[in-house]
C-alpha cells in the first residue's frame, strides 16, 4: 500500500470525493540534523504537513483537520479563509466569470486617450511576440549600410521602424 495515497472525504459537501492531501516535500534529516541519502547518493525525500501558519492575534491556525473522520487531511484554502472571517456566500462573487468582460483602469485610462491597450500571455522569453519583434528589428537594422555617421544612422533606424511599423496591425483593429 502507497505510503502517501490520496484518500477520499469522509464527510461534508465534499463526501466520496478524492482528496489530494497538501504536503510538502523535504530533505529527510537524521537525529542530528544531518540529511539522509539513499544508496543511489541522492538525498531522501518526505512529505510532510506544512505548520507555522497563524491568525492576526498570532494564535496558531491548523491548516489540516484535527478532528472528526478526515483527521489530518488539508483543510482546503476556502475553509483556512473560512476561519479568518470570510464570508463564504460572499466569495462565491469573488469568482472570475463577474469580471470577464470588465475593463482594467489601465484600459480605461488608455482609452480615454486614444490608445489601444494589448493585454499578452506570459510567453516563454523565445517565443514573446515583443521579443521576436525586437529580433527581426535587430536583424534588419544589421543589413542596413555600415555607417558611423549620426544621419547615417538615424536613417537607418527609421528606416528600419518604418518597415517594422507595416507588420503591426492597425491600432483600431479588435485582437
Request: hydrophobic share 35%; proline share 5%.
Given at each position: ?28 534529516q537524521d537525529e542530528q540534523g ?81 490608445v489601444k491597450v494589448w493585454f ?56
Amino acid at each position: 500500500m502507497p505510503k502517501f495515497k490520496p484518500t477520499v472525504y469522509k464527510s461534508g459537501d465534499k463526501k466520496g470525493q478524492l482528496h489530494p492531501n497538501f504536503l510538502v516535500k523535504t530533505t529527510h534529516q537524521d537525529e542530528q540534523g544531518k540529511p539522509i541519502y539513499k544508496r543511489d547518493g541522492t538525498l531522501e525525500k518526505v512529505k510532510i504537513s506544512m505548520t507555522g501558519a497563524h491568525f492576526a492575534d498570532g494564535t496558531p491556525q491548523s491548516l489540516y483537520y484535527e478532528n472528526g473522520p478526515d483527521t489530518g487531511l488539508f483543510k482546503g484554502m476556502a475553509n483556512i479563509l473560512i476561519e479568518w472571517g470570510y464570508d463564504a456566500e460572499r466569495m462565491q462573487n469573488l469568482k472570475a466569470q463577474y469580471f470577464a468582460g470588465v475593463k482594467s483602469l489601465l484600459e480605461q485610462a488608455c482609452n480615454k486617450g486614444g490608445v489601444k491597450v494589448w493585454f499578452l500571455l506570459k510567453f516563454h522569453c523565445e517565443l514573446n511576440p515583443i521579443e521576436q519583434c525586437w529580433g527581426y528589428t535587430k536583424s534588419l537594422y544589421c543589413l542596413s549600410t555600415e555607417s558611423s555617421r549620426e544621419d547615417d544612422l538615424e536613417k537607418n533606424t527609421l528606416a528600419v521602424l518604418k518597415a517594422i511599423q507595416s507588420l503591426a496591425p492597425p491600432l483600431n483593429s479588435e485582437m
